[in-house]
C-alpha cells in the first residue's frame, strides 16, 4: 500500500546532526509530530500558515515538553546505567532537541536555525541555565555518554526551576 504522507525537505538550517542530514525529509503529520525533533519550528519556518496557533503560543506545550521528559529520563537513567547508551540514542537526541524547543518555546518564539548561530541565540534567552550553550553543544557531539545525560538531566531541572519561578512571578 502506497504512502500518501505529505513530506518537505528539512531546510538547510535545521540539517545539523544528530537530528537531521542534508536531504532529510519530515513527514507532515500531526499524528507523529512528537517522533520528530522540531516538527513544528521547521513546519514554521516552511509553512507558517498551517497551524492557528503555535506551541510557542501555548503554555500547554511546555508542560507537555517537561512531562515527557519527567516519563522518559527514567528509562533513560537505566539505560545509561546497564551501559546500553546506544539503545536509546533516539531517544536522547528527541528530548535534546526538545529541550531547545523549550528554551525558545517559553520566550514564546520559534527555534530559529541549528547552525552556530543557535548557540549565541540561546545565550540571549532569558532563563537560559548556566552554560547552557556549551553543555549543549557537547551534548549533540556525544549524545550516547553518560556524561551527556547526567547533563541534559541538569539543564532540564535548572529550566524547570526557573520556568516554575517566572510563574509565581507573574
Not at 96 to 116: H, K, M, S
Not at 117 to 126: A, Q
Not at 141 to 170: C, G, T, W
Request: hydrophobic share 40%; net charge positive.
Amino acid at each position: 500500500m502506497k504512502n500518501n504522507t505529505v513530506k518537505i525537505k528539512i531546510p538547510r538550517s535545521f540539517c545539523y546532526p544528530p537530528f537531521y542530514h542534508e536531504g532529510d525529509m519530515l513527514p507532515i503529520d500531526i499524528k507523529t509530530q512528537n517522533s520528530f525533533p522540531f516538527f513544528y519550528d521547521i513546519l514554521y519556518l516552511c509553512h507558517n500558515d498551517q497551524i492557528a496557533t503555535w506551541p510557542w503560543q501555548d503554555t500547554g506545550y511546555v508542560k507537555a515538553k517537561f512531562d515527557h521528559w519527567k516519563e522518559i529520563s527514567p528509562q533513560l537513567k537505566d539505560a545509561f546505567h546497564n551501559r546500553k547508551g546506544n539503545n536509546v540514542q533516539a531517544i536522547i537526541i528527541l528530548a535534546l532537541a526538545n529541550y531547545i524547543d523549550l528554551l525558545f518555546w517559553i520566550e514564546g518564539r520559534p527555534v530559529p536555525t541549528l547552525d552556530q548561530s543557535l548557540y549565541r541565540e540561546m545565550i540571549s534567552l532569558s532563563l537560559v541555565p548556566v552554560n547552557a550553550s556549551d553543555r549543549v553543544r557537547y551534548i549533540c557531539h556525544k549524545p550516547v555518554h553518560h556524561v551527556s545525560f547526567i547533563q541534559l538531566n541538569a539543564l532540564y531541572d535548572e529550566l524547570m526551576k526557573k520556568y516554575i519561578a517566572k510563574k509565581i512571578r507573574k
